[in-house]
């Protein structure tokens, strides 16, 4: 009997990937979709020629004629509208950070709470997520704001605490002296810092997969942090001085400024995304098995060493697909910012709108930039969690 010729086949990295079967429904569907937007778009287009608008984006080049209360970027009323949008786009990324930010510690010291052995400490975890997740966010940005305003000084009588000058007109604080060496130092120390960080982390991660031995890494991080940003402003010569903030007349000269409309907007959505975030955690801990705990502790591992190699690994594998939905819902909640002044995209967007009569057109601008934002951040965070259940087994790359 012939004996056909057997090819081994070369072995695969990890399981068999399966590949989407498209069927003939599948391209039906789509194309029905596809379709539909066509005629929609069709519509649309029709009824403005005949309104006598005729549609398109040159709008944009045009002089905006208005000011914003503050920007990141240089702007002014004689620039175009989209300057103007850009400009507010930097203040919906810099409010959707900083917001970020404050929600993410918040709902970490909560979460923490809510599994503590204090009975105390748990009733206040759990009076603080009631509270705020049973409140509109627009309230709480209102009462905050009104707070702020209403119980801060006057820019007159300013509170003085340490380098801090606080009014119901903004905080201020002390900053680089204005010199283009200083931004470049900046920019460059916060670019270099993060990627040198990254870098060791991974190192680090690598080293304990093949040998089994920890480096560290906080204390790396910390030297990188100290010791970058003093090489980077030897070599550029920058003038690190610093120009500190004092009262003239019915302003506020030198430092910088954080107005009370960004800082009430910062304060709000961290506080009430907090309380979300905070239940994300407290599930993501009591997710893990009190056994597991118990045999760090037989095997000699400190509470640290546990938190560190044990918990948080496995809350990380748990919680990052649902904080991934409530940072992209913090970042679409930055629209609020409009209810206090503060000009972020929705501002610029709307008082574009009154002055162009081209709704359509800059709501299409700012859907897209939303959806962007949304996706890149998402995306980000996705491939994270990605990478943690591919490292444990538990997904292809």
Same mark, same amino acid.
């Given at each position: 009997? %012939?004996?056909?010729?057997?090819?081994?086949?070369?072995?695969?990295?990890?399981?068999?990937?399966?590949?989407?079967?498209?069927?003939?429904? %599948?391209?039906?569907?789509?194309?029905?979709?596809?379709?539909?937007?066509?005629?929609?778009?069709?519509?649309?287009?029709?009824?403005?020629?005949?309104?006598?608008?005729?549609?398109?984006?040159?709008?944009?080049?045009?002089?905006?004629?208005? %000011?914003?209360?503050?920007?990141?970027?240089?702007?002014?009323?004689?620039?175009?509208?989209?300057?103007?949008?850009?400009?507010?786009?930097?203040?919906?990324?810099?409010?959707?950070?900083?917001?970020?930010?404050?929600?993410? !510690?918040?709902?970490?010291?909560?979460?923490?709470?809510?599994?503590?052995?204090?009975?105390?400490?748990?009733?206040?975890?759990?009076?603080?997520?009631?509270?705020?997740?049973?409140?509109?966010?627009?309230? &709480?940005?209102?009462?905050?704001?009104?707070?702020?305003?209403?119980?801060?000084?006057?820019?007159?009588?300013?509170?003085?605490?340490?380098?801090?000058?606080?009014?119901?007109?903004?905080?201020?604080?002390?900053? !680089?002296?204005?010199?283009?060496?200083?931004?470049?130092?900046?920019?460059?120390?916060?670019?270099?810092?993060?990627?040198?960080?990254?870098?060791?982390?991974?190192?680090?991660?690598?080293?304990?997969?093949?040998?089994?031995?920890?480096?560290?890494?906080?204390?790396?991080?910390?030297?990188?942090?100290?010791?970058?940003?003093?090489?980077?402003?030897?070599? !550029? %010569?920058?003038?690190?001085?610093?120009?500190?903030?004092?009262?003239?007349?019915?302003?506020?000269?030198?430092? &910088?400024?954080?107005?009370?409309?960004?800082?009430?907007?910062?304060?709000?959505?961290?506080?009430?995304?907090?309380?979300?975030?905070?239940?994300?955690?407290?599930?993501?801990?009591?997710?893990?098995?009190?056994?597991?705990?118990?045999?760090?502790?037989?095997?000699?591992?400190?509470?640290?060493?546990?938190?560190? !190699?044990?918990?948080?690994?496995?809350?990380?594998?748990?919680? &990052?697909?649902?904080?991934?939905?409530?940072?992209?819902?913090?970042?679409?909640?930055?629209?609020?910012?409009?209810?206090?002044?503060?000009?972020?995209?929705?501002?610029?967007?709307?008082?574009?709108?009154?002055?162009?009569?081209?709704?359509?057109?800059?709501?299409?601008?700012?859907?897209?930039?939303?959806?962007?934002?949304?996706?890149?951040?998402?995306?980000?965070?996705?491939?994270?969690?990605?990478?943690?259940?591919?490292r444990e087994g538990r997904g292809a790359r």
């Amino acid at each position: 009997m %012939d004996r056909k010729l057997q090819i081994p086949h070369a072995p695969q990295d990890g399981p068999p990937k399966a590949r989407p079967a498209v069927s003939l429904a %599948d391209i039906g569907v789509g194309l029905a979709i596809l379709a539909a937007f066509a005629v929609v778009a069709f519509n649309v287009h029709s009824n403005m020629l005949a309104a006598g608008i005729q549609p398109g984006f040159a709008f944009l080049t045009q002089q905006a004629g208005f %000011d914003l209360s503050e920007t990141l970027i240089p702007y002014g009323a004689n620039d175009s509208y989209l300057r103007a949008i850009l400009a507010g786009l930097a203040n919906t990324i810099v409010v959707g950070v900083a917001s970020l930010v404050i929600a993410s !510690l918040a709902g970490l010291l909560l979460g923490l709470l809510s599994v503590s052995a204090s009975p105390v400490a748990r009733l206040f975890a759990l009076a603080y997520v009631e509270l705020f997740r049973n409140l509109p966010k627009i309230l &709480v940005l209102l009462v905050i704001f009104v707070a702020a305003v209403n119980g801060l000084p006057a820019i007159r009588q300013a509170l003085v605490l340490g380098p801090f000058t606080i009014s119901n007109r903004a905080i201020y604080l002390p900053w !680089l002296s204005q010199d283009p060496r200083n931004s470049l130092w900046l920019f460059a120390s916060i670019f270099l810092v993060s990627a040198l960080i990254w870098l060791w982390a991974r190192h680090a991660a690598r080293r304990q997969a093949l040998t089994g031995r920890r480096l560290p890494v906080l204390t790396v991080a910390l030297a990188l942090c100290l010791a970058v940003p003093a090489v980077l402003a030897i070599v !550029l %010569d920058a003038p690190l001085g610093l120009t500190w903030p004092t009262l003239q007349g019915f302003s506020v000269e030198g430092g &910088v400024a954080l107005s009370i409309q960004f800082c009430t907007v910062a304060v709000a959505l961290g506080l009430y995304h907090g309380a979300q975030i905070a239940e994300v955690l407290r599930g993501g801990i009591e997710a893990i098995p009190k056994g597991q705990i118990e045999a760090a502790a037989a095997l000699g591992l400190k509470s640290g060493q546990t938190t560190r !190699l044990v918990v948080v690994p496995q809350v990380l594998r748990t919680v &990052v697909p649902p904080l991934n939905n409530q940072f992209a819902n913090l970042l679409k909640n930055t629209s609020i910012s409009i209810a206090v002044g503060y000009s972020d995209l929705m501002s610029v967007a709307g008082t574009a709108i009154n002055q162009t009569f081209r709704p359509l057109e800059t709501m299409l601008i700012t859907m897209s930039i939303y959806l962007l934002l949304c996706l890149a951040l998402t995306g980000v965070l996705n491939h994270w969690s990605a990478r943690i259940r591919a490292r444990e087994g538990r997904g292809a790359r």
